[in-house]
């Protein structure tokens, strides 16, 4: 991954927005924001990305809404990374994620060393460098395996 990962943040808030850009941004992650769920199927539509942060609930299309579309755009579509962001830990939400077609999910308050460490993960699953089933701990043990 030596080239700029491109990130398409899907988050209503702009205060949401601002803190994503001012964590990832530095790290030199290029990101393109939407402000809502129908925007960020638009965004998706007419450029390329390596992963999506996608906020669960948002005006027009909420996270679920705009993954099950973006999971219908093609193999484009069904094989991009989508990290969730959720203010809700509960298994319910988690569940909501993962049936929608979401790759991960971080929750809010957001932290920062997690929402770095998820979306290089999400790309680097994607990418093929990682196992899909390297969690923390399945990456400590697979790097200590080898
Ligand atoms: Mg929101």
Redesign the pocket.
Same mark, same amino acid.
């Given at each position: 991954m030596s080239e700029e990962v491109r990130v398409l943040v899907a988050? %209503?808030?702009a205060a949401n927005r601002r803190l994503i850009g001012a964590l990832l941004r530095p790290l030199g992650f290029e990101l393109v924001m939407a402000c809502d769920g129908r925007e960020a199927v638009e965004r998706f539509r007419e450029d390329t990305f390596d992963v999506i942060v996608m %906020?669960m609930?948002?005006p027009e299309m909420d996270g679920v809404q705009a993954t099950r579309a973006i999971r219908k755009m093609g193999s484009r579509g069904a094989s991009i990374p989508i990290v969730a962001l959720t203010a809700n830990a509960t298994e319910d939400d988690r569940r909501r994620c993962i049936d929608a077609g979401m790759t991960d999910f971080l929750t809010k308050p957001l932290d920062p060393r997690a929402l770095h460490a998820t979306i290089i993960r999400a790309v680097a699953v994607s990418s093929g460098l990682l196992a899909k089933d390297a969690g923390d701990d399945g990456a400590a043990s697979s790097a200590a395996a080898a």
């Open positions: 988050e %209503d808030h %906020d609930q948002m």
